[in-house]
């Protein structure tokens, strides 16, 4: 009997003192998209590849999360060298049911144009607006050429032709206004790390059609720029932006509450 008082008395006690405790369920469900991998290296540099970039830094994008927001459950669309299809991507998200979509990629300049261009610039869904947007959207999406069917999948969309963009002026999305605050966020840290800001835009990115939750892609920065691909594929760099990424994150959660 006093054995059974004592563990009754030790019970209270733990309780009271919240000694015991209870591992909170995530509340908050994030997807980062390393863009591109695999057999398809997004835009390449002198010495570097998008590829890489994107996934070294969602993967620390994801360790700071993890290891500071306790209430968010991380899902990735890729956590390695891999290939995997847009539809694919989108799909993980929805599957998840995402609180938020984060696709990460870096942009490149073509051939002809003058290769000094910096800074990082994020994108939500919508029309290009712009003839630079819609490049940067056709770029993102010729992607879709390396998988199969996919003139039937992606219903006779085609990447690279401008009326296929047209498509994206009737769609409603009823998470613009969220991504676009998510987008802000972005370049308002990327500003405060020192990373010239070109800003937030709209485009047609198919990645972004497919997702049911509020959802951005980030262009880091311009690979075809000597020093800035310096910059994107140092340690130093993959740092800098990733916490830039984290902190918007974290910022944009606490909106929400």
Same mark, same amino acid.
């Given at each position: 009997m006093k054995r /059974?008082?004592?563990?009754?008395?030790?019970?209270?006690l733990l309780l009271g003192s919240g000694a015991? &405790?209870?591992?909170?369920?995530?509340?908050?469900?994030?997807?980062?998209?390393?863009?591109?991998?695999?057999?398809?290296?997004?835009?390449l540099g002198k010495r570097g590849k998008e590829k890489n970039i994107n996934l070294a830094v969602?993967?620390?994008?994801?360790? /700071?999360?993890?290891?500071?927001? *306790?209430d968010v459950k991380v899902v990735y669309t890729r956590k390695s060298d891999v290939f995997v299809e847009l539809s694919e991507r989108a799909a993980i998200a929805n599957?998840?049911? $995402?609180?938020?979509?984060?696709?990460?990629?870096? *942009?490149?300049?073509?051939?002809?144009?003058?290769?000094?261009? $910096?800074?990082?610039?994020t994108y939500t869904l919508g029309m290009h607006r712009a003839a630079?947007?819609?490049?940067?959207?056709k770029r993102e999406n010729?992607?879709?050429?390396?998988?199969?069917?996919?003139?039937?999948?992606?219903?006779g969309f085609d990447p690279k032709s401008a009326e296929s963009y047209i498509i994206f002026e009737f769609m409603q999305d009823r998470n613009m206004e969220k991504s676009v605050k998510m987008?802000? &966020?972005v370049q308002q840290q990327f500003r405060s790390a020192g990373r010239p800001d070109k800003g937030v835009h709209q485009a047609g990115f198919l990645v972004l059609r497919a997702t049911s939750m509020p959802s951005c892609l980030i262009e880091l920065g311009y690979i075809s720029t000597g020093s800035e691909e310096t910059y994107l594929t140092s340690d130093r760099g993959v740092t800098?932006? $990733?916490? $830039?990424?984290?902190?918007?994150?974290?910022?944009?959660?606490?909106t929400q509450k």
């Open positions: /059974l008082h004592k563990i009754l008395w030790l019970t209270l015991i &405790l209870v591992e909170a369920k995530p509340t908050f469900t994030l997807v980062l998209d390393a863009g591109h991998g695999g057999k398809d290296p997004g835009a969602a993967l620390a994008v994801g360790r /700071l999360v993890e290891q500071n927001l *306790n599957r998840a049911k $995402a609180d938020l979509f984060v696709s990460i990629h870096t *942009n490149a300049l073509a051939g002809t144009h003058p290769k000094q261009t $910096a800074g990082a610039e630079d947007n819609l490049a940067v959207a010729s992607v879709i050429s390396l998988e199969k069917d996919y003139e039937t999948r992606y219903e987008a802000q &966020l800098q932006m $990733a916490d $830039a990424i984290y902190r918007a994150i974290k910022k944009y959660k606490e």
